[in-house]
């Protein structure tokens, strides 16, 4: 009862007296055992005793902020900021938190012959707001059945929010209500209904949403992408160094679409060698050779904080499946306007090097090449 007080009033300080009177203890020996446990629990650092004879949590070293790592078994733990060792917290002292959120807990004082344990106190930030998993709809109400970890229980999902969901398919539900006081139930609704369990498509979208990774486009990034011009203008060549009629090659395989770098080759002059080499030597000379690394240059169509800029770095990466890539840009982009593929226009940003017969560099330079 001591515990439960300083906890839910972490910032307060009580007096013996406030201790008494707030836990209702009106016997002598209730208020003799309560001074003990008092006292038991500053001795353990897990109160801190004040000068005028009033406790207080023991803020510094009982209560810390990290991350909440929930396990299907009901071991959970919870890992410090700091770095330190994972601390237990048993399914009752969760709060209710799900795997990766960030949370702040208090310390329990140690039981005799325990390991150390944790109540979360606070839920700082929700590692995700959404979940992907089975439906099960029922006469009058229906749930998902969560996959992982990170949910403790399943997700009430009210029947006009299952967007046409049916037992056995797998959806995406984002959480409307997360548990309180008042209710313990998480409460959410459909976002994307998936499909059949079992499906290929299906397993591999799941696969993505169960991690919080993109497994469709927005339609507005579509549709910017789609008004994108794969035209190149004679002002833009103009501008750019021109490797159209160089060599190049990309090294990439026969079923490839997504041709984003490439290298190209010419000798471009000899040295003479110089005069004061014996006659056999001087008839040699040294050939140079231009070699360049081009990428596709992919800012010239996707400009600074664009809506397919903005989901690109929501996205950081192409994400590489068995079966598939979830590219980072829209297709028309990363498979057509973007991609160097052969007899072909492209604009590239290039770094160009000049190297002589043994692979010295003699000189580089950046460009915008087409």
């Not at 003990?36 to 650092?45: F, I, N, P, Q, R």
């Not at 397993?203 to 008004?227: F, R, S, T, W």
């Not at 052969?342 to 010295?360: G, H, T």
């Amino acid at each position: 009862a001591i515990q439960a007080l300083f906890q839910a009033h972490p910032n307060e300080t009580y007096s013996l007296k406030q201790v008494f009177k707030a836990l209702r203890l009106d016997t002598h020996p209730a208020k003799m055992l309560a001074v003990d446990v008092l006292e038991e629990m500053a001795w353990d650092d897990y109160l801190s005793q004040t000068s005028d004879k009033g406790y207080r949590l023991n803020l510094k070293t009982q209560v810390q902020e990290g991350t909440f790592i929930r396990k299907a078994n009901g071991k959970n733990s919870f890992l410090p900021d700091d770095g330190g060792k994972p601390i237990f917290v048993s399914e009752r002292n969760s709060m209710f938190a799900m795997g990766g959120d960030r949370v702040r807990v208090a310390l329990m004082a140690r039981r005799q012959n325990h390991i150390k344990e944790a109540i979360v106190t606070d839920i700082l930030q929700r590692k995700r707001d959404q979940a992907v998993g089975i439906l099960q709809v029922e006469k009058d109400f229906a749930f998902l059945n969560a996959e992982g970890n990170t949910f403790a229980q399943d997700i009430l999902i009210p029947k006009k929010k299952l967007k046409g969901g049916k037992t056995g398919q797998k959806a995406v539900v984002k959480i409307t209500q997360w548990p309180s006081a008042e209710s313990k139930n998480i409460v959410g609704e459909v976002i994307d209904v998936l499909g059949e369990q079992g499906d290929n498509n299906v397993e591999m979208h799941a696969i993505l949403a169960q991690y919080g990774l993109p497994y469709k486009y927005p339609k507005k990034v579509e549709d910017a992408a789609n008004k994108l011009s794969a035209e190149i203008s004679a002002e833009e060549i103009a501008r750019r160094e021109d490797f159209r009629n160089v060599t190049t090659f990309t090294i990439d395989p026969k079923d490839a679409k997504d041709f984003d770098d490439a290298l190209s080759i010419r000798k471009i002059q000899t040295h003479k060698a110089p005069a004061s080499l014996p006659r056999r030597e001087a008839q040699g000379g040294e050939s140079l050779y231009e070699v360049g690394v081009h990428i596709a240059d992919v800012s010239h169509y996707v400009t600074e904080g664009s809506v397919i800029d903005r989901e690109a770095e929501q996205r950081a990466t192409s994400v590489y499946l068995v079966d598939r890539t979830i590219p980072m840009l829209p297709e028309r982009l990363c498979n057509f306007i973007c991609s160097l593929r052969p007899n072909e226009e492209k604009l590239c940003y290039s770094v160009i090097f000049v190297l002589d017969e043994d692979a010295n560099i003699k000189r580089w330079h950046l460009a915008h090449t087409v």
